[in-house]
């Protein structure tokens, strides 16, 4: 029996290579049914306050679910490697966290600049005019909880595909740089066990809420007030405070954040069937997907 969280907290990630990325929002709340709020710093977020900022969570031993909506790892199961033929591609997350890491040490911003243009990693990538020998024809490369999303009706994208405005490489790959910082801090699910105390990480995609919400494939975006707290109160939330401003990113922490608070209770959702210690190690899960 997993002990209970007190506070949930969803992020909407970016790996927009400047020093802001207007992509970043962070919405929290806890236990009980009040709305969750935005949280914004003076100046906006940058990936090195979200960074800093976790790790006080972490020195406070504050007792908070965090999901971050990236992918964590790389596909690996398919292939048995995360970058096949590449005499560095590392055998599990960690070690991959620590990789980009090494690669882009020297990139501002958490970037990941260098990483993308190594000459053996960019092989894999598919990226804007320059698509890697590596990636495979169609849509690319994917994780096993990527496939258990197709089944569930969600839309993955191959997280070795850098082109579009939906693609997710970039920001998984900054994310990467900020987990291996974490290390030791924060523990993230499934790569770690579930701790008794303290703050928790796990991987979310913030389509799941909005479709168990009875948002419709295709307009899950919530750009209104009356839509966000329709949607809130599908999992037990009272009404949002209005914002200055409504866009993707704050509505989706603010929705997945509630979620959250209502998903952490189901045992099931921590013990998913596709799940094994292989994949765990290597790949990583979704939190939410069965």
Known sequence: MIRPFTEFVAIDWSGQAVARPKGLAVARTTTGDAAPELVVPEGGWSRGAILDWLIGLADTGTRALIGLDLSPAFPFIDEGAYFPGWEASPPDAKSLWALVEAISSDDPHLGVGSFVAHPQAKRHFRQRFDCGDLFPAGRGRFRKVEHGQADMALSP????????????????????????????????????????????????????????????????????????????????????????????????ALLTAAWLRRAAEQEALWRPAGLDAHVARTEGWTFGVV
């Not at 866009?247 to 989706?252: I, N, V």
């Open 157 to 252: 994208y191959s997280c070795f595909n850098l082109v579009g405005a939906s693609q997710v490489g970039k920001s998984s790959l900054t994310g990467m740089r900020v987990f291996h910082r974490l290390a030791g801090r924060i523990p993230f699910w499934p790569f770690d066990p579930v701790p008794d105390a303290g703050p928790l990480l796990v991987e979310i995609y913030t389509a799941l809420p909005a479709r168990l919400a009875g948002l419709r494939k295709g307009v899950s975006k919530i750009r209104d007030g009356e839509t966000l707290d329709r949607a809130l109160a599908a999992f037990g939330s009272a009404p949002h405070r209005p914002l200055a401003r409504y866009d993707d990113h704050a509505t989706d």
